[in-house]
């Protein structure tokens, strides 16, 4: 079925919206009618967190996302006979966020409780008992899988950039969101952007009055990834020299790195900075 829905409608017909069509289309019954309002809460529940969390302020790597994991659904769906791809799209978009979230803990029915990392699998052991599928479930996690694991499991692990890399096209029309340096506790006076350093510098008055220029990093250190305005979970860390003699750090020797509140909220930060620093020599390999 999948066969004749999907691939020959597209492939030899050229019937390119059908993969779309796949997406948004879903058989409303008495049967599936709760089931498919259930779908369009976690959709709209974790695509909310996503937009205003780790995707904060960059509307074109959100779409980006979503675009992945609906080229990837459609391939996978098509190889496994699957011809709706509502469920697996919902899932892999609530993967995401769960795997972003570890340890938040989520309430499911019947007022019970677990850590979000269990939430996706729940969903497929439940719908397996209620509905006696679960195929669908199981390929939204394929599919969110690979994008956590492409964007953010393997460069946090190795230490690389992330493989995925959202086209230029899409920061044309959807451009990340630009504002002053949060949680300093003043007021933003002026901004210049660096794209040489790949970040910004931001002047702002401090407690006393004075006129100050900080340098705010715009990529993460360890993932790469952009670092968005309302980014509030990020920090900077400068590594310096101190001469042992006067005690004053020494000019031009000192490391900045820069670790995006996503590597914070899954508790990877410590061992990220461990890992650059012993990358930089900083600190010995072997500690």
């Not at 829905?5 to 058989?27: D, E, G, K, N, S």
């Not at 779908?39 to 979503?66: C, H, I, Q, T, W």
């Not at 630009?178 to 510098?201: L, M, P, S, T």
Request: hydrophobic fraction near 40%; aromatic fraction near 16%; charged fraction near 15%.
């Amino acid at each position: 079925l999948c066969y004749l829905f999907i691939f020959i409608p597209t492939f030899v017909f050229f019937q390119f919206w059908r993969p779309l069509t796949a997406l948004i289309f879903y058989p409303v019954s008495p049967q599936t009618g709760f089931h498919w309002l259930l779908m369009l809460y976690f959709l709209y529940n974790y695509s909310k967190n996503l937009e205003s969390g780790v995707f904060s302020g960059r509307p074109a790597d959100y779409l980006y996302m979503l675009i992945f994991n609906w080229l990837v659904c459609t391939g996978i769906c098509m190889a496994a006979g699957v011809y709706f791809l509502l469920e697996p799209m919902v899932l892999s978009v609530l993967y995401v966020w769960c795997q972003l979230n570890k340890d938040t803990v989520v309430s499911f029915w019947f007022g019970t409780q677990f850590k979000a990392m269990y939430l996706p699998w729940i969903l497929c052991g439940f719908n397996a008992v209620l509905r006696g599928g679960g195929m669908n479930e199981l390929l939204g996690i394929l599919v969110g899988h690979t994008y956590y694991f492409l964007a953010f499991d393997y460069p946090l692990q190795h230490g690389g950039s992330s493989f995925l890399r959202t086209p230029q096209f899409l920061y044309n029309y959807l451009p990340n969101e630009e504002g002053g340096v949060h949680g300093f506790g003043a007021e933003r006076v002026n901004q210049r952007r660096d794209g040489a350093g790949g970040g910004r510098h931001v002047k702002m008055q401090n407690d006393a009055g004075e006129t100050v220029e900080l340098y705010v990093p715009r990529k993460c250190s360890s993932s790469n990834r952009l670092i968005g305005p309302k980014d509030h979970s990020s920090i900077q860390l400068d590594i310096v020299d101190v001469d042992p003699i006067t005690g004053r750090m020494v000019a031009g020797k000192s490391t900045r790195y820069a670790i995006c509140g996503a590597l914070r909220r899954q508790g990877e930060s410590d061992d990220a900075l461990l890992r650059l620093a012993q990358r930089d020599g900083i600190i010995p390999k072997n500690l």
